[in-house]
Protein backbone atom coordinates (compact mmCIF):
# COMPACT_ATOMS: atom_id res chain seq x y z
CA UNK A 1 0.00 0.00 0.00
CA UNK A 2 2.00 3.25 -1.12
CA UNK A 3 -0.33 5.64 0.73
CA UNK A 4 0.88 8.47 -0.89
CA UNK A 5 -1.77 11.71 -0.54
CA UNK A 6 -1.71 15.21 -1.60
CA UNK A 7 -3.62 17.51 0.78
CA UNK A 8 -3.58 20.66 2.78
CA UNK A 9 -0.50 22.14 4.24
CA UNK A 10 -0.25 21.09 7.70
CA UNK A 11 -1.80 23.89 10.09
CA UNK A 12 -3.55 25.42 7.07
CA UNK A 13 -7.44 26.78 7.64
CA UNK A 14 -10.18 25.26 5.92
CA UNK A 15 -12.14 27.13 3.48
CA UNK A 16 -15.20 26.61 6.58
CA UNK A 17 -14.67 26.13 10.14
CA UNK A 18 -15.15 23.18 11.47
CA UNK A 19 -15.71 22.05 14.64
CA UNK A 20 -13.33 19.32 15.56
CA UNK A 21 -9.77 18.59 14.09
CA UNK A 22 -8.85 15.52 11.78
CA UNK A 23 -7.45 13.15 14.50
CA UNK A 24 -10.41 14.23 16.40
CA UNK A 25 -13.05 12.86 14.01
CA UNK A 26 -11.21 9.92 13.09
CA UNK A 27 -11.24 9.21 16.62
CA UNK A 28 -14.40 9.23 17.43
CA UNK A 29 -15.26 6.82 14.43
CA UNK A 30 -12.49 4.00 16.29
CA UNK A 31 -14.84 4.55 18.67
CA UNK A 32 -18.27 4.52 17.00
CA UNK A 33 -19.42 7.74 17.42
CA UNK A 34 -20.95 9.74 14.10
CA UNK A 35 -18.95 12.79 13.38
CA UNK A 36 -19.84 16.14 11.14
CA UNK A 37 -19.15 14.47 8.34
CA UNK A 38 -17.21 11.32 7.19
CA UNK A 39 -12.97 11.59 7.62
CA UNK A 40 -11.24 10.59 4.22
CA UNK A 41 -8.04 9.73 2.60
CA UNK A 42 -7.24 9.91 -0.83
CA UNK A 43 -4.19 8.79 -2.78
CA UNK A 44 -2.77 8.38 -6.13
CA UNK A 45 -0.51 5.88 -7.67
CA UNK A 46 3.22 6.62 -6.61
CA UNK A 47 5.33 7.89 -10.02
CA UNK A 48 2.05 7.82 -12.05
CA UNK A 49 2.20 11.80 -12.06
CA UNK A 50 -2.03 11.47 -11.79
CA UNK A 51 -1.90 14.85 -10.20
CA UNK A 52 -0.91 16.96 -13.67
CA UNK A 53 -3.61 15.31 -15.57
CA UNK A 54 -6.09 16.64 -13.34
CA UNK A 55 -4.52 20.16 -13.05
CA UNK A 56 -5.28 19.87 -16.72
CA UNK A 57 -8.86 18.62 -16.31
CA UNK A 58 -9.64 21.21 -13.33
CA UNK A 59 -7.83 23.83 -14.84
CA UNK A 60 -5.90 25.03 -11.41
CA UNK A 61 -4.11 22.90 -8.89
CA UNK A 62 -6.47 24.46 -6.20
CA UNK A 63 -7.74 21.28 -5.73
CA UNK A 64 -4.54 19.78 -4.23
CA UNK A 65 -4.58 22.45 -1.64
CA UNK A 66 -8.83 21.23 -0.54
CA UNK A 67 -7.82 17.89 -0.10
CA UNK A 68 -7.46 16.87 3.53
CA UNK A 69 -6.33 13.79 4.07
CA UNK A 70 -7.27 12.77 7.80
CA UNK A 71 -4.84 10.39 8.69
CA UNK A 72 -1.37 10.53 7.83
CA UNK A 73 0.93 8.01 7.02
CA UNK A 74 4.53 8.19 9.00
CA UNK A 75 6.81 6.73 6.02
CA UNK A 76 8.16 3.17 6.76
CA UNK A 77 11.03 2.93 9.76
CA UNK A 78 14.03 2.82 7.22
CA UNK A 79 14.65 4.33 3.96
CA UNK A 80 16.72 0.94 3.69
CA UNK A 81 12.74 -1.00 3.29
CA UNK A 82 11.35 1.76 0.76
CA UNK A 83 11.09 0.16 -2.55
CA UNK A 84 10.23 3.28 -4.15
CA UNK A 85 8.80 3.75 -7.71
CA UNK A 86 9.90 5.08 -10.30
CA UNK A 87 13.37 4.02 -9.13
CA UNK A 88 16.63 5.21 -10.15
CA UNK A 89 18.00 2.13 -9.46
CA UNK A 90 17.49 -1.16 -11.08
CA UNK A 91 17.80 -3.49 -8.36
CA UNK A 92 18.15 -3.21 -4.41
CA UNK A 93 19.16 -5.46 -1.80
CA UNK A 94 17.17 -4.70 1.57
CA UNK A 95 18.16 -5.29 5.08
CA UNK A 96 17.05 -8.69 4.91
CA UNK A 97 19.38 -9.67 1.76
CA UNK A 98 16.82 -9.97 -0.77
CA UNK A 99 17.07 -8.43 -3.92
CA UNK A 100 14.08 -6.22 -5.70
CA UNK A 101 13.87 -5.12 -9.37
CA UNK A 102 12.83 -1.77 -9.08
CA UNK A 103 12.71 -0.01 -12.40
CA UNK A 104 9.61 -1.79 -13.56
CA UNK A 105 5.89 -1.47 -12.55
CA UNK A 106 5.28 -2.97 -10.01
CA UNK A 107 8.96 -4.04 -8.43
CA UNK A 108 9.68 -7.46 -7.85
CA UNK A 109 11.47 -9.88 -5.73
CA UNK A 110 14.08 -11.65 -8.45
CA UNK A 111 16.68 -13.15 -5.35
CA UNK A 112 15.58 -13.98 -2.03
CA UNK A 113 17.92 -14.26 0.48
CA UNK A 114 17.23 -18.01 1.94
CA UNK A 115 17.48 -19.93 -0.67
CA UNK A 116 17.28 -23.21 1.29
CA UNK A 117 14.68 -24.15 3.93
CA UNK A 118 16.96 -23.87 6.70
CA UNK A 119 18.17 -20.66 9.00
CA UNK A 120 21.99 -22.03 9.29
CA UNK A 121 24.07 -19.28 8.41
CA UNK A 122 21.28 -16.78 8.44
CA UNK A 123 21.02 -13.63 11.12
CA UNK A 124 18.02 -11.32 11.07
CA UNK A 125 18.84 -7.78 11.57
CA UNK A 126 18.35 -6.31 15.22
CA UNK A 127 15.66 -3.77 15.36
CA UNK A 128 17.88 -1.25 16.01
CA UNK A 129 19.28 -1.83 12.50
CA UNK A 130 16.40 -1.27 11.22
CA UNK A 131 16.18 2.50 11.78
CA UNK A 132 18.58 4.75 10.71
CA UNK A 133 20.26 7.03 13.12
CA UNK A 134 18.74 10.17 12.07
CA UNK A 135 15.25 8.13 12.56
CA UNK A 136 13.39 9.28 15.41
CA UNK A 137 14.77 13.28 15.50
CA UNK A 138 12.92 13.07 11.76
CA UNK A 139 9.55 11.42 12.58
CA UNK A 140 8.94 13.69 15.59
CA UNK A 141 9.34 16.47 13.50
CA UNK A 142 6.69 14.80 11.49
CA UNK A 143 4.31 14.35 13.90
CA UNK A 144 4.62 17.87 15.87
CA UNK A 145 4.18 19.05 11.65
CA UNK A 146 0.86 16.87 11.62
CA UNK A 147 -0.12 17.39 15.05
CA UNK A 148 -3.86 17.89 14.33
CA UNK A 149 -4.22 14.76 12.36
CA UNK A 150 -4.06 11.01 13.53
CA UNK A 151 -0.79 9.84 12.78
CA UNK A 152 0.37 6.24 12.11
CA UNK A 153 3.55 4.57 11.49
CA UNK A 154 3.31 2.60 8.50
CA UNK A 155 5.00 -0.54 9.04
CA UNK A 156 4.97 -2.46 5.38
CA UNK A 157 5.75 -6.16 4.81
CA UNK A 158 4.26 -8.08 7.83
CA UNK A 159 5.09 -11.67 8.83
CA UNK A 160 3.34 -13.41 5.75
CA UNK A 161 4.95 -10.72 3.32
CA UNK A 162 8.18 -10.80 5.43
CA UNK A 163 8.55 -14.63 4.80
CA UNK A 164 7.77 -14.88 0.97
CA UNK A 165 10.35 -12.37 0.51
CA UNK A 166 13.14 -13.92 2.56
CA UNK A 167 11.90 -18.05 0.16
CA UNK A 168 10.13 -16.37 -2.99
CA UNK A 169 6.39 -16.30 -2.72
CA UNK A 170 5.68 -19.98 -4.44
CA UNK A 171 8.30 -21.54 -2.58
CA UNK A 172 7.31 -20.48 0.83
CA UNK A 173 3.66 -22.21 0.03
CA UNK A 174 5.35 -24.73 -0.38
CA UNK A 175 7.36 -24.69 2.45
CA UNK A 176 4.18 -24.75 4.44
CA UNK A 177 3.70 -28.12 3.89
CA UNK A 178 6.83 -29.81 3.08
CA UNK A 179 8.98 -27.96 5.20
CA UNK A 180 6.46 -27.26 8.31
CA UNK A 181 9.30 -27.25 10.88
CA UNK A 182 11.58 -24.90 9.43
CA UNK A 183 8.57 -22.63 8.28
CA UNK A 184 7.48 -22.54 11.99
CA UNK A 185 11.16 -21.62 12.97
CA UNK A 186 11.39 -18.47 10.51
CA UNK A 187 7.37 -17.07 11.81
CA UNK A 188 8.35 -17.27 15.69
CA UNK A 189 12.02 -15.92 14.94
CA UNK A 190 10.20 -12.94 12.93
CA UNK A 191 7.16 -12.32 14.97
CA UNK A 192 9.74 -11.73 18.12
CA UNK A 193 12.06 -9.21 15.84
CA UNK A 194 8.83 -7.25 14.96
CA UNK A 195 8.01 -7.04 18.60
CA UNK A 196 11.38 -5.58 18.90
CA UNK A 197 10.79 -3.04 16.52
CA UNK A 198 7.10 -2.14 17.35
CA UNK A 199 8.61 -1.78 21.30
CA UNK A 200 9.95 1.13 19.79
CA UNK A 201 7.72 2.35 17.36
CA UNK A 202 4.63 2.37 20.24
CA UNK A 203 6.87 5.09 22.33
CA UNK A 204 6.76 7.56 19.39
CA UNK A 205 3.56 10.04 20.03
CA UNK A 206 1.66 8.46 17.66
CA UNK A 207 -2.49 7.39 17.49
CA UNK A 208 -2.01 4.09 16.23
CA UNK A 209 0.57 1.53 14.44
CA UNK A 210 -0.63 0.36 10.62
CA UNK A 211 1.09 -3.24 9.38
CA UNK A 212 0.78 -4.29 6.13
CA UNK A 213 0.35 -7.82 5.47
CA UNK A 214 -1.69 -9.01 2.35
CA UNK A 215 -3.08 -12.14 3.80
CA UNK A 216 -6.07 -11.94 1.47
CA UNK A 217 -6.51 -12.62 -2.70
CA UNK A 218 -10.26 -12.04 -4.28
CA UNK A 219 -11.40 -15.67 -3.46
CA UNK A 220 -10.52 -15.46 0.12
CA UNK A 221 -7.27 -16.34 2.49
CA UNK A 222 -4.16 -17.10 0.11
CA UNK A 223 -2.87 -20.04 2.99
CA UNK A 224 -6.66 -20.55 3.52
CA UNK A 225 -8.52 -19.81 6.60
CA UNK A 226 -7.47 -22.29 8.64
CA UNK A 227 -3.76 -22.62 8.15
CA UNK A 228 -3.93 -18.86 8.38
CA UNK A 229 -5.29 -19.39 12.26
CA UNK A 230 -2.66 -22.58 13.21
CA UNK A 231 0.06 -19.95 11.50
CA UNK A 232 -0.62 -16.34 11.86
CA UNK A 233 -3.40 -15.66 14.34
CA UNK A 234 -1.28 -16.18 18.08
CA UNK A 235 1.55 -13.67 16.70
CA UNK A 236 -0.80 -11.18 15.05
CA UNK A 237 -2.38 -11.15 18.30
CA UNK A 238 1.08 -10.52 20.04
CA UNK A 239 1.76 -7.91 17.90
CA UNK A 240 -1.87 -6.56 18.65
CA UNK A 241 -1.55 -6.77 22.25
CA UNK A 242 1.89 -5.07 21.94
CA UNK A 243 0.55 -2.01 20.53
CA UNK A 244 -2.61 -1.66 22.55
CA UNK A 245 -0.52 -2.05 25.78
CA UNK A 246 1.15 1.31 24.80
CA UNK A 247 -2.59 2.80 24.46
CA UNK A 248 -2.67 3.10 20.71
CA UNK A 249 -5.14 1.78 17.84
CA UNK A 250 -4.05 -1.60 15.77
CA UNK A 251 -5.00 -0.97 11.68
CA UNK A 252 -4.01 -3.33 9.68
CA UNK A 253 -3.82 -3.53 6.15
CA UNK A 254 -4.46 -6.20 3.44
CA UNK A 255 -5.66 -6.35 -0.29
CA UNK A 256 -7.82 -9.00 -1.35
CA UNK A 257 -11.07 -10.48 1.26
CA UNK A 258 -10.51 -10.92 5.15
CA UNK A 259 -13.92 -12.15 5.27
CA UNK A 260 -13.10 -15.26 6.32
CA UNK A 261 -11.43 -14.17 9.12
CA UNK A 262 -12.37 -10.91 10.45
CA UNK A 263 -14.28 -12.67 13.58
CA UNK A 264 -10.66 -13.62 13.92
CA UNK A 265 -9.08 -10.56 14.06
CA UNK A 266 -11.84 -8.73 15.95
CA UNK A 267 -11.41 -11.36 18.63
CA UNK A 268 -7.27 -10.22 19.00
CA UNK A 269 -8.05 -6.91 18.65
CA UNK A 270 -7.73 -5.26 15.65
CA UNK A 271 -8.86 -1.64 15.88
CA UNK A 272 -9.41 -0.87 12.03
CA UNK A 273 -9.58 -2.63 8.63
CA UNK A 274 -8.12 -1.27 5.29
CA UNK A 275 -8.55 -1.83 2.57
CA UNK A 276 -11.83 -3.40 2.58
CA UNK A 277 -12.05 -4.37 -1.68
CA UNK A 278 -15.78 -4.84 -2.34
CA UNK A 279 -15.09 -6.38 -5.48
CA UNK A 280 -13.62 -9.53 -3.34
CA UNK A 281 -15.35 -12.31 -2.58
CA UNK A 282 -17.72 -11.88 0.57
CA UNK A 283 -16.07 -8.28 0.79
CA UNK A 284 -19.26 -6.59 -0.05
CA UNK A 285 -18.36 -3.19 2.07
CA UNK A 286 -22.61 -2.93 3.31
CA UNK A 287 -22.58 -6.73 4.42
CA UNK A 288 -19.48 -6.16 6.48
CA UNK A 289 -21.13 -3.10 8.08
CA UNK A 290 -23.90 -5.36 9.11
CA UNK A 291 -22.33 -8.09 10.66
CA UNK A 292 -19.23 -6.32 12.27
CA UNK A 293 -19.89 -2.80 12.08
CA UNK A 294 -19.70 -2.21 16.11
CA UNK A 295 -17.26 -3.92 16.90
CA UNK A 296 -14.45 -2.97 13.74
CA UNK A 297 -13.75 0.02 11.80
CA UNK A 298 -13.87 -0.23 8.52
CA UNK A 299 -11.31 1.88 5.97
CA UNK A 300 -11.74 2.16 1.83
CA UNK A 301 -14.85 -0.02 0.22
CA UNK A 302 -15.03 2.68 -2.50
CA UNK A 303 -13.95 -0.08 -5.86
CA UNK A 304 -10.69 0.50 -7.34
CA UNK A 305 -11.72 -2.00 -9.76
CA UNK A 306 -15.41 -1.64 -10.59
CA UNK A 307 -16.73 1.66 -9.44
CA UNK A 308 -13.92 4.08 -10.09
CA UNK A 309 -12.35 2.94 -13.40
CA UNK A 310 -15.77 2.18 -14.97
CA UNK A 311 -18.00 3.68 -13.11
CA UNK A 312 -19.57 7.18 -14.65
CA UNK A 313 -19.40 10.64 -12.77
CA UNK A 314 -22.76 9.89 -11.43
CA UNK A 315 -22.70 6.79 -9.83
CA UNK A 316 -19.11 7.41 -8.18
CA UNK A 317 -20.81 10.88 -6.30
CA UNK A 318 -24.00 8.04 -5.81
CA UNK A 319 -21.75 5.17 -4.25
CA UNK A 320 -19.63 7.78 -2.52
CA UNK A 321 -22.67 9.13 -0.91
CA UNK A 322 -23.90 5.80 0.36
CA UNK A 323 -20.82 4.85 1.54
CA UNK A 324 -20.97 7.83 4.00
CA UNK A 325 -24.61 7.45 4.63
CA UNK A 326 -24.40 4.04 5.50
CA UNK A 327 -20.95 3.09 6.47
CA UNK A 328 -20.63 5.89 8.64
CA UNK A 329 -24.14 5.13 10.32
CA UNK A 330 -23.28 4.57 13.68
CA UNK A 331 -19.42 6.02 13.20
CA UNK A 332 -16.80 3.41 12.50
CA UNK A 333 -16.17 4.45 9.06
CA UNK A 334 -13.04 6.37 7.27
CA UNK A 335 -13.65 7.02 3.48
CA UNK A 336 -11.19 6.14 0.65
CA UNK A 337 -10.48 4.29 -2.42
CA UNK A 338 -9.74 0.72 -2.08
CA UNK A 339 -6.14 1.36 -3.76
CA UNK A 340 -5.16 4.60 -4.48
CA UNK A 341 -6.00 6.10 -7.77
CA UNK A 342 -4.67 4.23 -10.67
CA UNK A 343 -2.94 5.73 -14.26
CA UNK A 344 -5.28 3.84 -16.32
CA UNK A 345 -8.80 5.86 -14.47
CA UNK A 346 -10.32 8.45 -17.13
CA UNK A 347 -9.34 11.35 -15.47
CA UNK A 348 -13.15 12.49 -15.61
CA UNK A 349 -13.58 9.67 -12.93
CA UNK A 350 -11.13 10.78 -10.92
CA UNK A 351 -12.29 14.20 -10.72
CA UNK A 352 -15.52 13.02 -9.75
CA UNK A 353 -13.72 10.93 -6.47
CA UNK A 354 -12.17 14.14 -5.80
CA UNK A 355 -15.52 16.41 -5.87
CA UNK A 356 -17.45 13.81 -4.00
CA UNK A 357 -14.90 13.42 -1.16
CA UNK A 358 -15.32 17.63 -1.11
CA UNK A 359 -18.85 17.68 -1.42
CA UNK A 360 -19.66 15.38 1.57
CA UNK A 361 -17.07 17.40 3.66
CA UNK A 362 -18.44 20.06 3.07
CA UNK A 363 -15.57 21.67 1.05
CA UNK A 364 -16.39 25.13 -0.90
CA UNK A 365 -15.00 24.60 -4.46
CA UNK A 366 -15.25 25.58 -7.98
CA UNK A 367 -12.84 25.55 -10.99
CA UNK A 368 -11.99 26.93 -14.04
CA UNK A 369 -13.64 24.46 -16.16
CA UNK A 370 -16.30 24.05 -14.22
CA UNK A 371 -18.53 24.59 -17.35
CA UNK A 372 -16.62 21.77 -19.08
Known amino acids: MAMRHVGRTPGAAASDAVAMTPKQRVIMQIEHQETDFTPYTLGFDPGSNYEAKLDDYFGTDRWRSLINNHIHPLPWISERFVMEWPSTRERWT ?34 QECFDADWEENVLREIEEYADYFVVPFFGMGLFERIWSLRGFEQSLVDIVEHPVFYQELLDRLTDHYLGIIDRLVQLPADGIMISDDWGYQGGIIVGPDRWRDLFREPAARIYARVHQAGKYMISHSCGSLAPILPDLIEIGLDVYE ?76 AAVIEAFLEQSGADYSWPSADR
Open 94 to 127: DIYGNTWQLNERPWKLIEPALKEPSMRGYRLPTA
Open 275 to 350: SVQPEAKGNDPYELKRLYGDQLTFWGGLGSQSTIPFGTPATIKEEVARLCREMGRGGGYILAPAKDIQPETPVENA
